[in-house]
């Protein structure tokens, strides 16, 4: 079992739909969740971290975290063309210091 | 300017050559990390460093050299590289604020082919 599972996709949505993405974790002891952003030939760009339970939203971004299932997921509503990209999430304990460990990513399509 | 910075972006060498790849941040960040991140694998940690004079392996450290004298750099020595070692390297920093933060901020990549 991989420590962090993601559905590669591609994930497709129209424009102005929300794309939900989602990421399992196996290790019960992790306690920090970020996803990032990966665009193609760039490298990753932090657009949302989570420490505790429930709902995080900066703007049309929503981070929901579940620690008793395991589960993170990021919530992009009212999609863009320009959200087309491929979405890591990594998942972080403090015993490993600052260490992630990252799943392969889902990538996202947005039809216009 | 401010941040992190890779050099070079690409690099095309021979197998069996060594090949180092820079990093420099200007955050005072404490830790540093490179990855490497190839299809299908996403990106698996080579060695990261807590602070200067400290380092320490990842997941895939074989036939990979750093080290760390100062804080704002991050070398990584390919001491003899092989075809498959051919990839895009990240390095990345962090640091702690308020105890929980250490998000991770990631330079721009070196794409590195080895014939």
């Known amino acids: 079992q991989k420590e962090v599972e993601q559905n590669s996709g591609p994930l497709s949505v129209p424009e102005g739909a929300i794309a939900s993405l989602n990421c399992t974790y196996s290790?019960?002891?992790?306690?920090?969740f970020f996803w990032y952003r990966q665009y193609s030939g760039k490298s990753p760009e932090l657009i949302m971290f989570?420490?505790?339970?429930g709902d995080k939203e900066d703007g049309r971004f929503t981070a929901q975290l579940n620690k008793a299932s395991q589960y993170v997921s990021l919530l992009i509503r009212d999609s863009q063309p320009s959200d087309s990209a491929t979405y890591l999430c990594?998942?972080?304990?403090?015993?490993?210091?600052?260490?992630?460990?990252f799943g392969t990513g889902t990538r996202l399509a947005v039809r216009p | 300017d401010a941040g992190i910075t890779q050099s070079p972006r690409y690099k095309i060498t021979e197998t069996g050559r060594q090949v180092t790849l820079m990093c420099h941040q200007t955050?005072?960040?404490?830790?540093m990390f490179w990855y490497r991140q190839d299809l299908g694998h996403g990106l698996r940690l080579i060695y990261y460093?807590?602070?200067?004079?400290?380092?320490d392996k990842g997941e895939v450290p074989d036939g990979y050299v750093v080290s760390r004298s100062k804080t704002e750099n991050f070398p990584l020595t390919l001491e003899s590289a092989t075809r498959s070692q051919t990839s895009v390297y990240f390095c990345?920093?962090?640091?702690?604020?308020?105890?929980?933060?250490?998000?991770?901020?990631f330079g721009p990549g070196t794409r590195l082919t080895v014939t």
């Open positions: 955050w005072s960040h404490s830790y």
């Open positions: 990345a920093s962090s640091d702690r604020r308020g105890g929980g933060d250490y998000e991770q901020y």
């Open positions: 290790d019960r002891g992790s306690q920090s």
């Open positions: 989570i420490y505790s339970n």
């Open positions: 990594a998942v972080g304990k403090k015993s490993s210091g600052d260490k992630l460990t």
């Open positions: 460093s807590a602070a200067a004079d400290i380092t």
